[in-house]
């Protein structure tokens, strides 16, 4: 049989319905999506350890001679445990396997093997249990892929299948970049880039592996988004005629700033544009408290002079009820119907909201998810407007989009990134950035400090709530899970290295425990709250809800909160290990405090951080201006964070997974394959 990349997966020797039907779900559905299903992380098998510096909890590599024959014994629990004595010069060990009889034939006395598994010690005495292993030489791969994978179908599985394929020789798969890129931007071929990201031979190999197969991501996504945004231009358009706006000046009671008025004369000229072939798409890019939530008032305003309905949606129902206030107090003034649809609302209002929607008396609804429901029917459509657009998919979108005709969009972002990439990633979205902030706004003080000054931050936070104030307090993996020995897809580049990313994991381990401690032991006599990704959406919703009404002094929390809380009061923030974060992602998280009328603080603690996060965490206390911070960023750690970050609105190109491209730390590649993409979108047409 001849299998090509559209070969479907269940005709492979081995796959049958079942398997099929199992990997079907993993998004595998044919020998293409099977080669394109990318380890999730590493095994680190070329780091082997020696016995005697084996440490107990650890999963490592080990190179043994097996010393005897396996002895058994039978456990309470009814299993055969098998004990094959081993060792390696430095010491000696028991490797320990249960119920695997076969052993005594696989694993032969006075034979090596490479062993990778999990210790434990007890002194001198040192066990691996049920490790995997395999006979040992000089060519074994130093890094053995794990799978996204599913009960019933492995990750060990998933390899043998992919092996097949790409360890027969003849395997050669159609390039999909033209020649002269490769040669360019000297590009791996698709074939090897292929083979290394599933068995990779070094750490270089893999790096060049993971650019070549990032870039080719992006050159797809980029001539993806070109061509729709050519089918797009054919789309029905609410039609929008111009309007006096005065009464709405004169109505927001501040002036806006040139950046607002800038946007907003964009926003008038996309809707009301007597040329405008499509209708409206458009994201405001501005840092938290820049002023957005005016841009899109204004948006509003112009529909409703047009006799067109607005539907704002935001991702919480905390924002939600807080733009529904804003916009009651001004657009009730100027005479106009706003109405609140929240999941949390009495039956009898939600009722009336969604009888006022289709009789058409409501002008500006707000809500969250609520809004995409069958039961909401709008009369009269005209602007969609999606806050913090990165929280909802483009399903979302276009689902609330379809409840009008030709309705216009408007999409916001508190992410601020760079003019340059946001054109990039949002490629069917036109772009403006709101780089200005209102005047009068009080800088948030940032400083960088390490574990010596841990016992003076802690009674300057208890000095802020003694003074009635709130805090936040950072950590960035409360939910991280158990020590794997597995490193991810995203850590590995040219010069990784196990020693430092170890020593991360172990920090991060230890967040777990410093919450209680928090509470228990250094601020016993304070409220403390705890929030965290797994969490229950009611149990954080009950925690967000109990800090904002002032019943927590301080709120222990994962990045969860860079979204979605408003709480004045809160006056400082400190974030633990701050040089495992982002910039950006920093910059987020301390825009939740200094949104009062009180001086307010941001305290970076880092721990022996390296050369390059020192400099990182001096441009936060330098630098407050978020698009300066995210061009820093870009430069220095490349565009993956940003493209994580905005993996929602990513994801709608479907097929397109931008999967390397998360991981990719150069942003000049990421320029490129879109300067290509742009060449090869107008030869193609
Ligand atoms: P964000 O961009 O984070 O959504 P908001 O739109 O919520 O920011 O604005 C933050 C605060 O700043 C609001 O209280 C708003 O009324 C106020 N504000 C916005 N623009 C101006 C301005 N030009 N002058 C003074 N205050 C402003
Ligand atoms: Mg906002």
């Given at each position: 049989m001849t299998v090509t990349l559209d070969t479907d997966i269940k005709r492979l020797s081995g796959v049958g319905s079942a398997s099929g039907a199992k990997l079907n779900k993993l998004g595998i559905t044919t020998v293409g999506s099977l080669l394109y299903h990318f380890p999730r992380a590493y095994e680190f098998r070329g780091n082997v350890k020696t016995v005697a510096s084996a440490e107990d909890g650890e999963t490592a590599a080990f190179i043994l001679t097996v010393t005897a024959p396996p002895t058994y014994a039978k456990t309470r629990s009814g299993l055969m445990l098998f004990k094959v004595p081993a060792g390696d010069g430095t010491g000696s060990c028991i490797v320990t396997f249960f119920n695997q009889a076969y052993i005594k034939n696989t694993l032969l006395t006075g034979s090596s093997y490479r062993f990778y598994g999990k210790v434990s010690r007890r002194g001198r005495h040192v066990e691996l249990h049920s490790p995997v292993y395999e006979p040992y030489s000089e060519s074994l791969l130093p890094l053995y892929p794990v799978y996204p994978a599913t009960e019933g179908f492995g990750s060990s599985r998933i390899n043998k299948l992919i092996s097949l394929i790409i360890d027969r020789p003849d395997t050669v798969l159609p390039e999909n970049l033209p020649d002269e890129v490769i040669e360019a931007e000297q590009l791996m071929s698709r074939t090897e880039a292929i083979r290394t990201i599933h068995h990779p031979c070094s750490l270089e190999a893999i790096a060049a592996a993971k650019r070549r197969l990032a870039f080719e991501e992006l050159f797809g996504f980029a001539l993806n988004a070109r061509r729709q945004r050519k089918t797009e231009d054919a789309l029905p358009r609410a039609e929008f005629h111009g309007c006096d706006c005065s009464e709405f000046r004169a109505a927001i009671g501040f002036e806006p700033t040139n950046a607002q008025k800038r946007v907003m004369n964009e926003i008038y000229a996309d809707l009301t544009g007597k040329d405008n072939r499509s209708p409206m798409r458009r994201m405001v890019s501005g840092d938290v408290g820049s002023g957005k939530t005016v841009c899109a008032q204004f948006a509003a305003y112009v529909a409703s002079e047009n006799g067109y309905q607005t539907a704002l949606m935001a991702p919480t129902e905390i924002l939600a009820r807080q733009h529904y206030e804003d916009c009651k107090k001004l657009f009730s003034a100027l005479g106009k119907t706003v109405k609140l649809l929240v999941s949390d609302i009495p039956a009898k209002d939600k009722k009336d909201a969604y009888e006022s929607i289709s009789a058409g008396d409501c002008d500006l609804v707000i809500g969250t998810h609520?809004?995409?429901?069958?039961?909401v029917v709008f009369k009269n459509l005209g602007l969609v407007v999606c806050d913090e657009q990165h929280r909802f998919g483009v399903g979302q979108r276009e689902a609330l989009l379809k409840k009008g005709d030709g309705a216009h969009m408007l999409v916001m972002s508190a992410t601020p990134i760079p003019r340059t990439l946001a054109l990039v990633l949002f490629g069917d979205l036109d772009v403006s950035v709101i780089d200005e902030m209102p005047p009068g706004r009080r800088e948030v003080r940032t400083a960088y400090r390490d574990e010596e000054s841990r016992d003076k931050i802690y009674d300057f936070i208890k000095a802020q709530v003694k003074a009635g104030r709130q805090a936040y307090i950072v950590c960035p993996g409360i939910e991280e899970t158990e020590d794997d020995g597995l490193i991810p897809l995203e850590a590995l580049s040219a010069d990784f290295s196990p020693e430092s990313y170890n020593s991360q994991v172990k920090r991060r381990k230890a967040a777990v425990n410093y919450a209680e401690t928090l509470s228990t032991e250094v601020f016993p006599e304070l409220r403390v709250g705890y929030l965290h990704g797994k969490m229950k959406g009611a149990e954080k919703s009950a925690v967000m809800k109990a800090f904002e009404r002032g019943e927590l002094d301080i709120l222990v929390s994962t990045t969860v909160i860079e979204v979605g809380i408003n709480v004045p009061n809160a006056s400082v923030m400190l974030v633990e290990d701050a040089d495992v974060f982002g910039l950006s992602q920093l910059h987020q998280l301390r825009g939740r405090v200094g949104r009062g009328k009180y001086a307010s603080y941001c305290i970076l603690m880092a721990n022996s951080p390296g050369q390059n996060a020192v400099s990182r965490l001096k441009i936060m206390e330098q630098e407050n201006n978020g698009y300066k911070i995210a061009e820093f960023d870009l430069k220095q750690r490349g565009p993956g964070d940003f493209i994580r970050d905005n993996g929602e609105k990513i994801r709608q190109h479907g097929a397109l997974k931008l999967r390397m491209a998360g991981a990719l730390d150069d942003a000049k590649l990421l320029y490129s394959a879109f300067e290509w993409a742009e060449k090869y979108s107008k030869e193609s047409v």
């Amino acid at each position: 049989m001849t299998v090509t990349l559209d070969t479907d997966i269940k005709r492979l020797s081995g796959v049958g319905s079942a398997s099929g039907a199992k990997l079907n779900k993993l998004g595998i559905t044919t020998v293409g999506s099977l080669l394109y299903h990318f380890p999730r992380a590493y095994e680190f098998r070329g780091n082997v350890k020696t016995v005697a510096s084996a440490e107990d909890g650890e999963t490592a590599a080990f190179i043994l001679t097996v010393t005897a024959p396996p002895t058994y014994a039978k456990t309470r629990s009814g299993l055969m445990l098998f004990k094959v004595p081993a060792g390696d010069g430095t010491g000696s060990c028991i490797v320990t396997f249960f119920n695997q009889a076969y052993i005594k034939n696989t694993l032969l006395t006075g034979s090596s093997y490479r062993f990778y598994g999990k210790v434990s010690r007890r002194g001198r005495h040192v066990e691996l249990h049920s490790p995997v292993y395999e006979p040992y030489s000089e060519s074994l791969l130093p890094l053995y892929p794990v799978y996204p994978a599913t009960e019933g179908f492995g990750s060990s599985r998933i390899n043998k299948l992919i092996s097949l394929i790409i360890d027969r020789p003849d395997t050669v798969l159609p390039e999909n970049l033209p020649d002269e890129v490769i040669e360019a931007e000297q590009l791996m071929s698709r074939t090897e880039a292929i083979r290394t990201i599933h068995h990779p031979c070094s750490l270089e190999a893999i790096a060049a592996a993971k650019r070549r197969l990032a870039f080719e991501e992006l050159f797809g996504f980029a001539l993806n988004a070109r061509r729709q945004r050519k089918t797009e231009d054919a789309l029905p358009r609410a039609e929008f005629h111009g309007c006096d706006c005065s009464e709405f000046r004169a109505a927001i009671g501040f002036e806006p700033t040139n950046a607002q008025k800038r946007v907003m004369n964009e926003i008038y000229a996309d809707l009301t544009g007597k040329d405008n072939r499509s209708p409206m798409r458009r994201m405001v890019s501005g840092d938290v408290g820049s002023g957005k939530t005016v841009c899109a008032q204004f948006a509003a305003y112009v529909a409703s002079e047009n006799g067109y309905q607005t539907a704002l949606m935001a991702p919480t129902e905390i924002l939600a009820r807080q733009h529904y206030e804003d916009c009651k107090k001004l657009f009730s003034a100027l005479g106009k119907t706003v109405k609140l649809l929240v999941s949390d609302i009495p039956a009898k209002d939600k009722k009336d909201a969604y009888e006022s929607i289709s009789a058409g008396d409501c002008d500006l609804v707000i809500g969250t998810h609520a809004l995409i429901t069958e039961k909401v029917v709008f009369k009269n459509l005209g602007l969609v407007v999606c806050d913090e657009q990165h929280r909802f998919g483009v399903g979302q979108r276009e689902a609330l989009l379809k409840k009008g005709d030709g309705a216009h969009m408007l999409v916001m972002s508190a992410t601020p990134i760079p003019r340059t990439l946001a054109l990039v990633l949002f490629g069917d979205l036109d772009v403006s950035v709101i780089d200005e902030m209102p005047p009068g706004r009080r800088e948030v003080r940032t400083a960088y400090r390490d574990e010596e000054s841990r016992d003076k931050i802690y009674d300057f936070i208890k000095a802020q709530v003694k003074a009635g104030r709130q805090a936040y307090i950072v950590c960035p993996g409360i939910e991280e899970t158990e020590d794997d020995g597995l490193i991810p897809l995203e850590a590995l580049s040219a010069d990784f290295s196990p020693e430092s990313y170890n020593s991360q994991v172990k920090r991060r381990k230890a967040a777990v425990n410093y919450a209680e401690t928090l509470s228990t032991e250094v601020f016993p006599e304070l409220r403390v709250g705890y929030l965290h990704g797994k969490m229950k959406g009611a149990e954080k919703s009950a925690v967000m809800k109990a800090f904002e009404r002032g019943e927590l002094d301080i709120l222990v929390s994962t990045t969860v909160i860079e979204v979605g809380i408003n709480v004045p009061n809160a006056s400082v923030m400190l974030v633990e290990d701050a040089d495992v974060f982002g910039l950006s992602q920093l910059h987020q998280l301390r825009g939740r405090v200094g949104r009062g009328k009180y001086a307010s603080y941001c305290i970076l603690m880092a721990n022996s951080p390296g050369q390059n996060a020192v400099s990182r965490l001096k441009i936060m206390e330098q630098e407050n201006n978020g698009y300066k911070i995210a061009e820093f960023d870009l430069k220095q750690r490349g565009p993956g964070d940003f493209i994580r970050d905005n993996g929602e609105k990513i994801r709608q190109h479907g097929a397109l997974k931008l999967r390397m491209a998360g991981a990719l730390d150069d942003a000049k590649l990421l320029y490129s394959a879109f300067e290509w993409a742009e060449k090869y979108s107008k030869e193609s047409v």
